[in-house]
């Protein structure tokens, strides 16, 4: 077991409940999806999980370990975000986008070179066409591979994605959903993903949470969702 929610709460101080007593498991590994329309909840958890929002009762516990006990700058290191607006740094290039990370770790520069040609390989953008360009230079659909893979370049273990594909255009946002797919059965990461798009829930999830109000409605396979809607 990796991210546990113990009766999990947020209310905003204007007294809206966000999130009402959430309780959920999420394995390792797993590619977990929240569904749901919009206002119910979604981005509200995913917060939650690498503390951007405190939660206002319960607990989240990552590794049996409660996130408030973590350093906060160590959790989000350790946990890759892909936001559905495309958030590169426009004045750098994409190899300094992606080593935002692994030099705040430290790591050293010959390896953190090697990660990022690794990383652009991985998404199938040749290293030596596209390293030193900047993110204007890319098309959408690129930039947000770079986002993707910039989340993973330091190894983080969780990787929170918040509809990272639902800018895009239906060809490039599927093609998207086909590479992310084929890049978790290489990593294994535990990846949280929010949508409000079924079919996409459905491609992608190895299991899904339908919210609704700030509340679980159902958690399953998709199998069992596509049979018992
Ligand atoms: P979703 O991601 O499913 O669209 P959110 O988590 O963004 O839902 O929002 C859940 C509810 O909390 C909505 O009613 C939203 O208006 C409200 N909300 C979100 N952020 C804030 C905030 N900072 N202050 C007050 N209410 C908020
Ligand atoms: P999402 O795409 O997740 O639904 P929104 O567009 O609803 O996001 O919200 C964008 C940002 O505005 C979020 O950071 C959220 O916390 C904040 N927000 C959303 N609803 C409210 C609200 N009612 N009051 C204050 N802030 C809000």
Redesign the pocket.
Known sequence: MMIRFENVTKQ???G?K?VDSLNLEINKGEFFVFI?P????????LKMINRLIELTEGTIFINDKKISEYDIHELRWNIGYVLQQIALFPHMTIEENISVVPELKKWKHGEIKKRVDELLDMVGLDPETYRDRKPSELSGGQQQRIGVIRALAADPEIILMDEPFSALDPISREKLQKDILDLQQRIRKTIIF?THDMQEALALGDRICIMQH?EIVQVDKPEAIIQNP
């Not at 919009?38 to 958890?45: A, E, F, M």
């Open positions: 905003y101080q204007d809206t966000a749901g919009s206002g119910c909840g979604k981005t509200t958890t929010v700030g």
